[in-house]
């Protein structure tokens, strides 16, 4: 993605992050994987992005990391969702689509 | 929340490799996946591990991140700036020493002057529930009177009635010859105490028994407890001591009990025996006692007040004579302990608080011209991303630092200055022995420097931090003239600080006018020469009166024949406080009834005939005592002129008679008038005294020698107790002292508060002084361009003279102006120490500031003479 949609996408990504977590705790490269299969590789989640959301998701108490055991039995660090987190996702979910709604509509005015 | 995050950061300071190691590892967990990936899409391993290499990028920003949020970031930052702050202090050697020495005189004066506070003020009572040990104070408002002993027949009555005590106890202070068959008398402070006495202070013997009521039963065994230091010294801390007797006045006396170390209340007491009951004691207005009581647990001051007030009401209708118009008040027995010293204590603690600000205001110029040296160097830090907040903290934590080292190199300082305070303080001034560090006063020291540091730091670190990051980094090492932000900050601390340092001297210049009013304040007598001792004669070997008139008549005989005595004299009670016994009757004038509305009150002095020639206190009218005024001779007094204004107000007191209306049975006849003498402080009210020859009143047996010797009083102190001896060889004397010297304890308190006063008032001067050159020095030297420019133009040196004399004046004068508006309102709180003065002294006033702006024109002067030596071409060469 181009610079100038990534920095669009910031508080996005953060969205993104917080629903991808929100069926199970995910590794922060499994994070990249679950939005991009979901998106059906129509989004590409930069490692120079995500990482840095998810320090700043975590410092807002959104998300919660600790030690685990990926697939192939390594250890990598899980990423959780926390109950502000959950809220926090309900809240950006309702924001992101007003904004959708609105936007549609000055779009859809000849 | 915010305490979990901040156990997780400093958990994490202690972990910081474990941490980066961390996030090493889940990048590489991230790396490996993606490479993984790459392979199974087909690349090569080595150009999949790349490619996944460079998808990461930033990787050290990320990695930051990663810690800042885990990680403890924020201590080891500040560690980061402890460091650099040390770096910094230790380039600028000089400036640091400067800084740290003037903070260190601030802090080290304030924490040992904390720790006198802590130690008389603040410290408890070493008893247990101290708060409930009550003072009993006598009072009669019509008469004036606000502090009187008790009477034992009133103490009697209240133990009886009142409820609200759980114990009461009176004693009565005196001293005590110790002797025993062999080896010297010695003389120690002894009190007379009730069984109660232990009790209410909640104190109990180390060895032995305490005293109990039946050791106050008249006829029994005499007893006596000790204290843990006469144990000591006299009867080596043997533990066979109970049960031991040795001579107290000639009478023996068994040991029963030994107080435990540190134990001597009151008043530095080594000897605690028995109150018993006097023949005089039937009297009910005779009033000697000390009393103390203990509330009963739950009990209030103003309840156990209320009872008494009831009580003594009923007392007050019963004997109206005796107790009508007295009341009680009570105070806790810290309260009243330090009710004397409190106001002059804080007021010192106010003055090296100040003297604290000045050495801030000080240290914050300093810091605020060493800012302007910096510029470039936070300029740069900023760009390199450092946030304003950040920049601030960074210098607050070097101000911090500096106030450290000023702090201890301070604490250090203190301990010196805590042993002289102790040395210089008077003797009696409670709890002098526990002054010391404890940690309240290292509390106390760590506040002043976290204060100070914050103080000093706030205005500099503003300032520096907002600097404008081109214009600094454009300029060479000197800025230009300084922002006028800047200027202004310093403008209103040397204002602040000449304003303090005038409160300060206006303080001590009134503190010091009234010492030396007192001093020129006439005592009544000439103090000058004269030697004292105290002479007391056992009751035992002493038993008819006549044998104690014979030994002073005798004794004044032969020391009024030695060579360098002019005169000499006898009396119970010295002037200036000199002894502690002090009597005071009620007297009524002749033709008046014997009733208490015509009784006015004086002191009531017993002396030989040649104490009043001793003592050179001038005769106004009538004559003096003679021997010929004996016990079988018409009685006879002498009154003083207060006396004679009072009761015989228009006409010659001489050949009138008045009465000791209780006391005595029978009327006096005046044969002399004397000049008032203060008997009590000087700065007290001269009050009616009446002097009775001891041939005609031999009820005591302890008085004053007073010599008069035309050579130095010192020298015959020697030759005096020789004819003591002479007249009788087992006769000790003790407290020998002249009268310059008693003079002088009079006055020892005040004179230390003004000492200690002047020295802060003095320091505060310097420190302003200093700090008003150094600030103008400064401008010079900022301005030196525009002073080059105005030479070259054509000014006359003169006019730059006037330049900058007059921008130094204005802060001079605008210090001086605000310093007195508030000395107006604060000298107020000195008026309890003041003397002659009144706290708004329009003479101390002006002198002070007369001298504070001539200090201030001279401080102005030097750096103004240095701005007109400048050479032009030189200044303008400065691109």
Same mark, same amino acid.
């Given at each position: 993605m181009a610079k100038q949609k990534a920095d669009l996408l910031q508080g996005t990504l953060d969205m993104l992050i917080l629903k991808a977590l929100s069926a199970r705790p995910l590794h922060g490269y499994g994070v990249g994987q679950h939005i991009e299969q979901m998106a059906e590789d129509m989004l590409k989640v930069e490692e120079g992005s995500l990482y840095p959301a998810l320090y700043r998701l975590e410092e807002r108490g959104w998300i919660k990391s600790d030690w685990g055991r990926s697939e192939n039995n390594r250890r990598a660090r899980f990423y959780t969702l926390t109950r502000k987190g959950r809220r926090r996702l309900g809240i950006e979910e309702e924001n992101w689509r007003l904004m959708v709604l609105a936007i549609d509509k000055v779009m859809q005015t000849a | 929340m915010w305490l979990k995050d901040l156990y997780r950061r400093v958990r994490a300071l202690i972990r910081t490799e474990a941490i980066h190691n961390e996030i090493d590892e889940e990048m590489r967990f991230h790396i490996d996946m993606r490479a993984e990936e790459n392979v199974r899409h087909g690349m090569s391993p080595e150009e999949a591990r790349r490619d996944a290499e460079r998808r990461f990028g930033r990787f050290t920003r990320v990695k930051e991140q990663g810690y800042e949020v885990r990680g403890g970031r924020w201590l080891e930052s500040l560690w980061q700036d402890c460091r650099y702050g040390m770096r910094m202090l230790w380039k600028n050697f000089g400036f640091t020493t400067v800084a740290v020495l003037v903070l260190a005189l601030g802090i080290g004066a304030n924490t040992s002057l904390f720790s006198v506070v802590n130690a008389v003020l603040l410290r408890p009572l070493p008893? =247990? #529930?101290?708060?409930r040990i009550i003072w009993f104070d006598g009072v009669h408002q019509a008469r004036g009177i606000t502090a009187s002993n008790l009477s034992p027949a009133d103490y009697a009555d209240w133990e009886k009635q009142v409820g609200a005590f759980e114990s009461m106890a009176a004693y009565v202070t005196g001293s005590a010859n110790l002797s025993e068959e062999v080896g010297e008398p010695e003389r120690v402070p002894r009190v007379s105490v009730t069984a109660g006495f232990f009790p209410t202070l909640g104190a109990s013997p180390a060895l032995g028994r305490a005293l109990s009521p039946? #050791?106050?039963? =008249?006829?029994g065994e005499d007893v006596a407890m000790l204290s843990h230091a006469l144990w000591q010294r006299r009867f080596g801390a043997s533990p066979d001591v109970l049960g031991t007797r040795f001579l107290v006045n000639g009478k023996p006396v068994t040991v029963v009990g030994i107080m435990p170390a540190g134990f001597d209340f009151p008043r530095a007491s080594q000897m605690w025996t028995p109150l018993k009951p006097e023949k005089s004691a039937q009297k009910r207005d005779n009033r000697y006692l000390n009393v103390l009581a203990r509330l009963k647990p739950g009990v209030t001051v103003e309840e156990a007040e209320t009872q008494l007030g009831v009580i003594n009401s009923r007392l007050g209708q019963q004997y109206p004579e005796t107790n009508s118009g007295w009341s009680v008040r009570l105070t806790r027995l810290h309260e009243r302990t330090v009710r004397d010293v409190r106001t002059s204590l804080l007021l010192l603690l106010g003055a090296v608080g100040f003297v604290l600000l000045i050495a801030c205001a000080n240290v914050t110029n300093l810091l605020l011209a060493r800012a302007a040296g910096r510029r470039r160097e936070i300029a740069l830090r900023a760009a390199l991303g450092a946030g304003r907040l950040r920049v601030i903290r960074q210098l607050l934590t070097e101000s911090l630092m500096l106030a450290t080292l000023g702090g201890a190199v301070g604490l250090v300082l203190s301990f010196f200055l805590m042993d002289i305070l102790v040395s210089i303080s008077p003797a009696n001034l409670p709890g002098l022995n526990e002054v010391g560090m404890d940690w309240r006063v290292l509390g106390f020291t760590a506040g002043a420097v976290c204060v100070v540091g914050l103080l000093f730091g706030i205005a500099p670190a503003l300032q520096a931090s907002k600097t404008d990051l081109t214009e600094a980094l454009k300029e060479g090492s000197f800025g230009s003239s300084g922002g006028l932000g800047r200027n202004r900050v310093r403008a209103a601390l040397v204002i602040s600080e000449v304003a303090l340092s005038l409160l300060l001297l206006v303080g001590a210049g009134l503190l010091i006018r009234s010492f030396l009013l007192l001093h020129a304040v006439d005592a009544g007598f000439d103090p000058e020469k004269v030697l004292t001792m105290r002479v007391s004669l056992p009751s035992t070997r002493y038993s008819d009166p006549q044998q104690r008139v014979n030994f002073f008549r005798e004794l004044t005989g032969r020391v009024e024949s030695l060579p360098g005595v002019e005169a000499a004299g006898a009396a119970i009670s010295l002037p200036l406080g000199g002894t502690t016994l002090s009597v005071a009757r009620g007297f009524i004038r002749e033709g008046n009834p014997l009733t208490a509305e015509h009784a006015f009150d004086a002191s009531y002095n017993v002396t030989t005939p040649g104490f009043i020639k001793a003592m050179r206190i001038p005769l106004k009218r009538g004559r003096v005592f003679t021997d010929g005024d004996a016990a079988d001779a018409p009685p006879v007094a002498i009154i003083n002129e207060s006396l004679a204004r009072r009761a015989f107000p228009d006409i010659d007191p001489v050949g009138k008679r008045l009465t000791a209306w209780r006391d005595e049975q029978f009327a006096r006849e005046i044969v002399g008038v004397v000049a008032d003498v203060k008997m009590g402080q000087m700065e007290g009210e001269d009050r009616p005294q009446v002097y009775v020859p001891l041939a005609q009143n031999a009820t005591w047996g302890a008085l004053s020698l007073a010599v008069r010797t035309t050579v130095e009083p010192e020298a015959l102190a020697g030759a005096v107790r020789e004819a003591v001896l002479a007249v009788d060889k087992s006769q000790p004397v003790y407290d020998i002292r002249t009268m310059e010297d008693v003079r002088s304890a009079s006055v020892a308190n005040r004179r230390l508060i003004v000492l200690l006063f002047a020295s802060f008032a003095t320091l505060a001067f310097m420190l302003a002084v200093v700090g008003i050159y150094g600030v103008l020095s400064y401008a010079v030297t900022q301005r030196t361009r525009e002073i080059g420019i105005r030479l070259a133009l054509g000014a006359q040196r003169a006019d730059v003279l006037r330049l900058v004399v007059g921008q130094g004046m204005r802060l001079v004068v605008l210090g001086v102006a605000v310093g007195m508006a508030g000395a107006l309102l604060v000298t107020r709180l000195l008026k309890s120490l003041l003397f002659g003065v009144s706290a708004a002294d329009p003479v101390t006033f002006a002198v002070v500031a007369a001298v504070l702006s001539v200090v201030g024109l001279l401080a102005c002067y030097i750096p103004a003479r240095r701005a007109t030596r400048v050479d032009p071409l030189i200044a303008l060469r400065y691109e």
């Open positions: - | 008893f =247990p #529930d101290a708060e039946e #050791d106050e039963v =008249p006829g």
